[in-house]
């Protein structure tokens, strides 16, 4: 976690920067309008835990690995025993009892077992799709909100769904990556990534500002953030050894913001 220096550079930091809203991001819309047109073929950068999982389940509901993948690390970065103060249960955060329940699953205990939850998850996403007329965005929304909150009017969403959408989104950046990677993807294991919080916010919208700002200020290093629950949002600095964890320090450090 981040010393008194940090502390103090955040202050500045977040005082001196123009904090963004879901105004400032991207159209989510557009962009998952575009990942449905040309990029639901591409494979992810990684192995991620609970693979044949999650490719039966592609396979199962006719939906895009990398989409599911996406969900899974946005929701709880693919921690099987995640529990949110919602009563989100599992990979894919299933709602107990209702959404579960309405899936069919009557054991809160079958929630934890990975392949029960990410093929309901991905279930509950094609239920999603096929109500909304195959709009990943306001599927997205529904899948977050629940769809008796979701107009099929995507200009009078609730401003928490939309921000949702782009957080996936942001999530599936990640997923598919940059292009650059050059280890195969069977020899790059998601679970082998270091991970080191620095910062948690109340507001997903200033972690997100912190992010892209730190991310100005130190190119290069691996920075993400994610929904820990109700009111938590961390901010991840990711490294694959040692020496890229040094690496990544040294940077933030000569951005002024050193850790421990």
Known sequence: MINRTSISFLFFFLTGVALATTADVVDPESAWKNYQATGTQLEPQYRFPHASCFRAASIAYDLPETLLLAVARGESDFESTARSKANAH????????????????????????????IDA????????????????????????????????DTENIPSGATWYSGYIFRHLNYVLGDGTTTRSVKASLYSELGRSTLVEFAEPYRARAFVEGLEAKAPGVQLDWFRKGVGRFSVVMIYADKEQFSSHANLLSRAGFPIE
């Open 90 to 117: 599992g990979v894919m955060q299933i709602l107990w009892p209702g959404t579960a329940n309405h899936l069919g699953i009557y054991r809160l205990s079958d929630l934890y077992d990975p392949c029960t939850n």
């Open 121 to 152: 998850g991905a279930r509950y996403l094609r239920e999603m799709l096929k109500r909304f007329d195959g709009n990943l965005h306001l599927s997205l929304a529904a899948y977050n909100y629940g769809p008796e909150r979701i107009a099929a």
